[in-house]
């Protein structure tokens, strides 16, 4: 199988929850309707913001398949959490038998903090001996249990590959990002960016697009980012400058205010958490996601008044 990536917003998925703890599908449902109206490329399903490390190996599973069943665009998915090679290639397997359009490894999966690109790239060279040759690969900085970044060898390595289509850079530095951008360029292996403040400049330098947090606050105005950057430069570098600020609030007991976001937008899914000792937000923390939910809809107008 050979995809082509759409350039664009891939959201990663949030994970609705019953109030009761379990995974609420219908409520996935709903939130992948809200991700297509809402000017998605694709769907990274099964990942940190997925609260995956908290889900059991058939809950990941099932997720998988269920986005997959009911995307009208392409979806990819992570999911191995295990420190064992054996365990990882059952948890990959398991989501490549859902149908999903790409497996995503976690660079932190692959080796320990001090363990170097030959350990790396011999782990990586018998896990990709155990799953499907047909199925596209991609990978992901994940920043927990820690973030490993990918050396120039190993993206010289995905990138002659052929099976590697996806990265989802977290360096949030723009030499390291153009770095890749070099090593990749003509290989078909795409970068998408998740952090705002290179954002822009990662565009203009080939990234293609945004993977990150934001894209379940606001997908809409990184949609217009994406789609008027080049033909509105300096009004793209006022609203980078917005997205920027707006990105803070990642930092604020995340996913539940993303959660609480949605609510606000009109969906049903509760603000249940899975990530352990997050307490129910503070008022602060509620009118701090009110006004975003304002200043967005208020920059939307704005911006649909000047013609984006």
């Known amino acids: 199988m050979n995809l082509n990536f759409p350039d664009g917003i891939w959201p990663v998925m949030l994970t609705p929850f019953t109030e009761e703890g379990s995974v609420d599908f219908a409520k996935l449902e709903e939130l992948i309707e809200w991700y297509q109206a809402n000017g998605s490329a694709g769907l990274f399903a099964v990942c940190q913001s997925s609260e995956m490390f908290f889900l059991s190996q058939d809950e990941r599973a099932a997720v998988a398949k269920f986005v997959k069943e009911h995307a009208r665009i392409p979806v990819i998915a992570s999911g191995h959490i295990s420190d064992g090679m054996d365990e990882q290639t059952e948890e990959l397997n398991r989501i490549a038998a859902s149908g999903v359009d790409a497996l995503i490894l976690i660079s932190n999966r692959l080796a320990a903090p001090e363990e170097g690109d030959a350990v790396f790239l011999e782990r990586l060279e018998r896990l990709m001996e155990r799953l499907p040759p047909d199925l596209p690969l991609g990978v992901y900085e994940c920043p927990y249990p820690y973030k490993r970044l990918l050396s120039p060898a190993v993206v010289r390595y995905m990138a002659g590959s052929g099976r590697f289509h996806f990265i989802k850079d977290t360096s949030c530095d723009m030499d390291n990002i153009r770095e890749k951008l070099e090593i990749t360029k003509g290989s078909g292996l795409k970068l998408y960016n998740a952090n705002t403040a290179t954002l822009l400049e990662s565009l203009r330098a080939g990234a293609s697009g945004y993977s990150g947090v934001m894209a379940n606050f606001h997908p809409r105005l990184y949609r217009l980012l994406l789609g008027h950057w080049e033909a509105a430069p300096r009004e793209a570098e ?71």
């Open 238 to 308: 006022v609203l980078q400058e917005l997205l920027t600020m707006c990105s803070l609030i990642e930092c604020r007991s995340y996913p539940r205010n993303a959660k609480y976001m949605l609510q606000l937008l009109g969906l049903g899914l509760t603000q249940y958490t899975r990530k352990p000792d997050m307490p129910p937000l503070s008022a602060a923390e509620r009118a701090e996601v009110q006004q975003l939910a304002g200043l967005s809809e208020a920059v939307e107008n704005r911006l649909a008044e000047a013609g984006w």
